[in-house]
């Protein structure tokens, strides 16, 4: 064991008891959604989608103030809201998430999956159909609806990752192959820590950021 993984370990153990009782209190969040509707998990993905590029404080500020509309607002009225409360890319999330509106039904069709196949499953699915979700929106959506086996690597997660020489360098994208190999590593973290790697995200988002948001 490397000193510097010895070094993030020892941080994440002191973190736990700092901020467990927030992890804690977003987990059962997620797991609350997890037993919710359609309408929910959509207003998940919609956050998901809203978060590329942006931050996750923003897509919590839209999410509130959207509510539903996600689902029924005329594309042009979406776009005035997501321009008005500041998104650099309110016409192309805008279209993303009226595209996405033909998965409404998303629980109907993630839940089977996961059951049968798996989160990796579910993720390629999700990936692969619905436009805007790439492996990093797509796992960061299975996160917030009580799925925790997946890493969500942004930004923050991978300069943590880099911070303690668990990768080489920070990659200024990701492709599929290179994401796998990246999360191959998170997870041999997850094992070491005995952290699932949906919850050890929030440990290591805390170290850069100092939130625990979701």
């Excluded at 927030?22 to 997620?30: A, G, N, Y």
């Excluded at 998104?87 to 049968?116: G, L, Q, T, Y």
């Excluded at 994208?173 to 190999?181: A, G, N, P, Q, V």
Aim: net charge positive; with cysteine; charged share 30%.
């Amino acid at each position: 064991m490397s000193k510097s993984l010895s070094s993030l370990i020892s941080s994440v153990r002191k973190l736990e008891k700092e901020i467990g009782h927030l992890v804690s209190k977003r987990v059962s969040e997620f797991q609350r959604v997890n037993r919710m509707g359609n309408e929910e998990w959509f207003s998940e993905l919609c956050f998901c989608i809203l978060t590329a590029n942006s931050t996750a404080e923003l897509g919590m500020k839209i999410q509130r103030e959207v509510g539903s509309g996600f689902l029924h607002m005329k594309r042009e009225e979406l776009e005035e809201v997501l321009k008005s409360l500041g998104h650099r890319f309110w016409r192309k999330r805008a279209e993303f998430i009226v595209n996405a509106r033909k998965f409404s039904n998303i629980k109907d069709i993630v839940e089977p999956i996961v059951k049968s196949r798996g989160q990796k499953a579910a993720r390629e699915w999700i990936s692969g159909n619905i436009k805007g979700l790439g492996f990093k929106e797509a796992s960061h959506f299975l996160r917030n609806v009580g799925y925790f086996d997946l890493a969500i690597l942004d930004r923050h997660i991978l300069a943590v990752m880099h911070d303690y020489s668990l990768i080489d360098n920070i990659p200024s994208s990701l492709s599929r192959k290179r994401y796998l190999e990246i999360e191959k590593r998170f997870f041999e973290l997850s094992e070491l820590v005995s952290i699932r790697p949906g919850i050890l995200d929030f440990y290591l988002w805390y170290m850069r950021t100092g939130k625990v948001l979701k």
